[in-house]
Structures are given as structure tokens and as C-alpha cells.
């Protein structure tokens, strides 16, 4: 599944358009600005009772200058503000929330993890990407995947989701029961729903796929432990 989304909220994007962000860049050119209307203000009176020539002259000079800082600032400035209402509302919220819950996981802090993981799902209720991190954070972190399997199983039955999601969050559902709990049956099944669900698709494929990599895994364990009580029985001859 294709996990690169592009989030946007058009709540966000009105507020960022009626109430821009007084930061201290849009402070400093602001001020910039003033003191480029003060400068030729007074230059103007300076120059207001001269010559033609000369007025001549101001206006072409402030001509010049004004295109240059049309475009040093002004454009850079207006480029950056629109960026911003455009695409700081939703996604910005998205970033700042998987920031945050990127960095209570690197100082140990999961359960403030889960609930950036939460406040995600509750802006993209549609996006199955916070769920899934929510699972990972109990089964990887918390060592507790019958919680992960919860968190995943209660979602997936929420509503009517599309293939993709659907599929996504069922992968996540095996993955669980194999990596974490060992337990290859319940692997096998979801992915046998997956194959059943979606036939003909690639998800199907990757279904039979991982299908075979549980049968080779198996296969492994049921030979390590045959040689484990070979050696055993030996040993004890």
C-alpha cells in the first residue's frame, strides 16, 4: 500500500489565509518596509522644491530600488505566505503530531505517544496510518500485542474501508500475530481473508506470498526442534 498521503484541511487552510502568523521573519520585514516609506518620505521632501532634473532623477533611483526590494522581500514574502495557507493547515498539524510522537518514543514516554497517535486519528479518522503506528507502539514498545491487535481489529470493523486501507490494516493484523505472538494459524487466516476479500489483486499476490514465507518458517522451526530432541535424546543415551 502506498503509504505517502497528502493531508488537507480546508478549515485550516481559511484560518491560515484570514490570520497569517505574526512570526519574527514577517515582524522584521514588516519593519524593513516602514523604514523604506520613512527613507522616501524623506527624501521626497528633500527633494519636492528642486529642479525637474533632479525629481527626475529621485523617481528613477526610487524605481530601481523599489523593484530590487519588490524582489528581495515582497516576493519571497508573498511566496512564503501563500505556502503557508496552502499547505501548513492540515498538514502541519499532521507533522507537528508525528514529531511530537516521534520524540516521546525516543525519551521512553509511549503513552504520550499513542495520544499524538490519537489526535492524528481524530483530525483523519479515514487515514489508517495512526492506527497502525498506535498498534506498533504497543506491540514494539509496550511488548502488549493483544493490545496492538485490538487497537488494529476495532478500526478495521469500524466502517466499510476502502481496498487499499482495508488491506493495509489486515496486513498489519498477521503481521502482529506472526512477529509478535508467534501464533502462524491466526497469521494465516487474515491473510487467507485478505485472498478471499480482494481475489485478483495485488493484495491477493502479497497474501499468497506471505503465506509461503509462513510455511517456510514452519518448516524451519519444526526442523530446528526435531534436531533439538535428536540431540537431546542422545545425550541422554
Given at each position: 500500500?502506498n503509504?505517502?498521503?497528502?493531508?488537507?484541511?480546508q478549515g485550516?487552510?481559511?484560518?491560515s489565509?484570514?490570520y497569517?502568523?505574526?512570526n519574527?521573519?514577517?515582524i522584521i520585514?514588516?519593519c524593513?518596509v516602514?523604514?523604506?516609506v520613512?527613507l522616501?518620505?524623506?527624501?521626497?521632501?528633500?527633494v519636492k522644491?528642486?529642479g525637474d532634473?533632479m525629481?527626475l532623477?529621485?523617481?528613477?533611483?526610487?524605481?530601481?530600488?523599489?523593484a530590487l526590494?519588490?524582489?528581495?522581500f515582497?516576493?519571497?514574502?508573498f511566496?512564503?505566505?501563500?505556502g503557508?495557507a496552502?499547505?501548513?493547515?492540515?498538514?502541519?498539524?499532521?507533522?507537528?503530531e508525528?514529531?511530537?510522537?516521534?520524540?516521546?518514543?525516543?525519551?521512553?514516554?509511549?503513552?504520550?505517544a499513542i495520544?499524538h497517535?490519537?489526535k492524528?486519528?481524530?483530525?483523519?479518522?479515514?487515514?489508517p496510518?495512526?492506527?497502525?503506528e498506535i498498534?506498533?507502539?504497543h506491540a514494539?514498545r509496550?511488548?502488549d500485542?493483544?493490545?496492538?491487535?485490538?487497537?488494529?481489529e476495532?478500526?478495521?470493523?469500524?466502517?466499510?474501508?476502502?481496498v487499499d486501507?482495508a488491506?493495509?490494516?489486515m496486513?498489519?493484523i498477521?503481521?502482529?500475530?506472526?512477529?509478535?505472538?508467534?501464533d502462524?494459524e491466526?497469521?494465516?487466516?487474515?491473510?487467507?481473508?485478505?485472498?478471499?476479500?480482494?481475489p485478483n489483486?495485488?493484495h491477493?499476490a502479497?497474501?499468497?506470498?506471505k503465506?509461503?514465507?509462513i510455511e517456510?518458517m514452519?518448516?524451519?522451526?519444526l526442523?530446528?526442534?526435531?534436531?533439538?530432541?535428536?540431540?537431546?535424546?542422545?545425550?541422554?543415551?
Amino acid at each position: 500500500m502506498n503509504e505517502v498521503r497528502a493531508w488537507r484541511n480546508q478549515g485550516g487552510l481559511i484560518a491560515s489565509l484570514s490570520y497569517p502568523q505574526m512570526n519574527r521573519e514577517l515582524i522584521i520585514r514588516l519593519c524593513l518596509v516602514l523604514l523604506a516609506v520613512l527613507l522616501v518620505m524623506l527624501l521626497w521632501n528633500y527633494v519636492k522644491d528642486a529642479g525637474d532634473g533632479m525629481k527626475l532623477v529621485f523617481v528613477i533611483l526610487m524605481g530601481v530600488a523599489g523593484a530590487l526590494l519588490m524582489v528581495k522581500f515582497f516576493i519571497p514574502w508573498f511566496g512564503d505566505l501563500m505556502g503557508e495557507a496552502v499547505f501548513s493547515s492540515g498538514e502541519r498539524v499532521e507533522q507537528d503530531e508525528m514529531t511530537k510522537a516521534a520524540a516521546c518514543i525516543a525519551t521512553g514516554d509511549y503513552a504520550g505517544a499513542i495520544s499524538h497517535y490519537e489526535k492524528m486519528l481524530e483530525d483523519k479518522p479515514d487515514d489508517p496510518f495512526p492506527v497502525a503506528e498506535i498498534a506498533k507502539v504497543h506491540a514494539e514498545r509496550l511488548h502488549d500485542p493483544q493490545a496492538a491487535l485490538q487497537a488494529l481489529e476495532e478500526h478495521l470493523q469500524s466502517k466499510d474501508w476502502p481496498v487499499d486501507d482495508a488491506a493495509f490494516i489486515m496486513f498489519r493484523i498477521a503481521d502482529v500475530h506472526l512477529t509478535h505472538r508467534h501464533d502462524f494459524e491466526s497469521s494465516r487466516d487474515m491473510l487467507e481473508q485478505v485472498i478471499g476479500n480482494f481475489p485478483n489483486t495485488r493484495h491477493s499476490a502479497n497474501a499468497h506470498h506471505k503465506m509461503s514465507e509462513i510455511e517456510q518458517m514452519q518448516y524451519k522451526l519444526l526442523m530446528e526442534q526435531r534436531t533439538k530432541a535428536g540431540s537431546s535424546g542422545t545425550a541422554s543415551a
